[in-house]
């Protein structure tokens, strides 16, 4: 009987990905149904884990936070789609630079450069060799590959998978790289494949990572959203940018959470940092603070981000029923009249 109970040990910590591709394959298609989402999905869903260990394992990495919609998946379970690209920040400090609040625009412009060439020497140099040497211990030579795109805030890591993937969803695991933000407010928390909450007998990748709070992520979005909905030409094409909306709405539900003095300092926060690094003459980031936060776009671009949500729930992204394009915008709409009164309110400066 011991012998028998120490044969299924060490069966039960046999690592999923050292499984024959075939064997993975029928793994995924097995459980796919049980957990009500593609096999595809929970293959990627493993590899962004065990991306995100390597990246938060790597020696001598400089301070990093996890953020983004696949944060507030994986972290946070506040929305209910895949998630598939993993969003970094690289706080500028770890650098070695700092901001006395007193420089220039043109000096603000040669610091954001600078920042944008370390942030390429350091994947180009440091991260794409280094999951290069991890892939190349761990997996066959010829299925995998690490590309890095010219401006070095993509990495992509394409792994042996063992199911295909369709036209919205490949094969690869995006890490998208910015170096002209902080890390804090954050936590630390542990990430999970979705397989591992139903199979036992396998060992599935899992980190502990450094993780922007869900506040500061939330103003992050919206105040891209505030930018897109006030560029003079929009995004007509609009790809990959509706789940910014989506999010959105689902972190909404706990708008009171956003209406605090402390959510409202951290806005100004974000904004006050949006102005020096992110700077654009239409984006009228002031407008923020004052009542004039915009999360409701003009026509053109809500029928271009209508399109780009509905190429995703084609794409089986999302896990439950999701609402209509123009449910969202409804919310939205609340949320945006909600936010900018208490915002009006909290900043507002007593008459003498």
């Known amino acids: 009987m011991q012998c028998i109970a120490m044969k299924r040990s060490a069966v039960m910590a046999e690592h999923f990905l050292a499984l024959p591709k075939g064997d993975q394959a029928a793994l995924l298609r097995l459980h796919a149904e049980d957990l009500r989402m593609q096999p595809f999905v929970l293959e990627k869903d493993i590899w962004v884990c065990w991306a995100l260990d390597k990246l938060f394992t790597m020696p001598g990495r400089l301070p990093m936070a996890f953020k983004g919609g696949t ?44 920042l944008k060439g370390l942030v390429l020497e350091q994947t180009r140099d440091v991260i794409k060799p280094y999951f290069e040497s991890v892939m190349s211990a761990e997996f066959r030579q010829g299925s995998f590959k690490v590309d890095v795109s010219e401006d070095g805030e993509k990495v992509f890591i394409h792994y042996p998978a063992a199911i295909e993937g369709n036209d919205y969803l490949g094969t690869s695991v995006l890490l998208e790289f910015g170096g002209r933000n ?75 959470n956003l209406q605090s003095a402390c959510a409202h ?88």
């Open 71 to 114: 944060s507030l998946l994986k972290v946070y379970r506040a929305i209910d789609r895949f998630s598939e690209d993993i969003d970094v920040t690289l706080d500028y400090r770890g650098f070695g630079e700092e901001i006395i609040g007193k420089e220039s625009r043109g000096e603000l412009i040669r610091l954001s450069d600078k």
């Open 182 to 256: 902080i890390t804090e407010p954050n936590e630390t928390r542990t990430v999970r494949s979705y397989m591992s909450d139903v199979v036992n007998d396998f060992v599935f990748p899992e980190a502990e990572v450094t993780v922007l709070a869900l506040p500061r992520t939330y103003w992050e979005k919206s105040t891209l959203m505030h930018v897109e909905c006030n560029r003079p030409n929009p995004r007509l094409s609009a790809i990959r940018l509706s789940r910014h909306w989506y999010d959105s709405y689902k972190m909404s539900h706990n708008l009171a």
């Open 265 to 352: 300092d951290l806005l100004a926060a974000v904004v006050k940092h949006k102005k020096l690094f992110f700077h654009y003459g239409y984006a009228n980031y002031d407008h923020c603070l004052s009542g004039g936060l915009r999360l409701v776009p003009g026509d053109e671009l809500a029928n271009a981000l209508d399109n780009d949500f509905k190429s995703m729930v084609q794409a089986g992204m999302f896990y439950s029923e999701p609402p209509a394009f123009a449910e969202i915008l409804e919310r939205l709409k609340e949320v945006e009249r909600d936010l900018n009164n208490s915002i009006t309110a909290h900043f507002q400066k007593p008459t003498n």
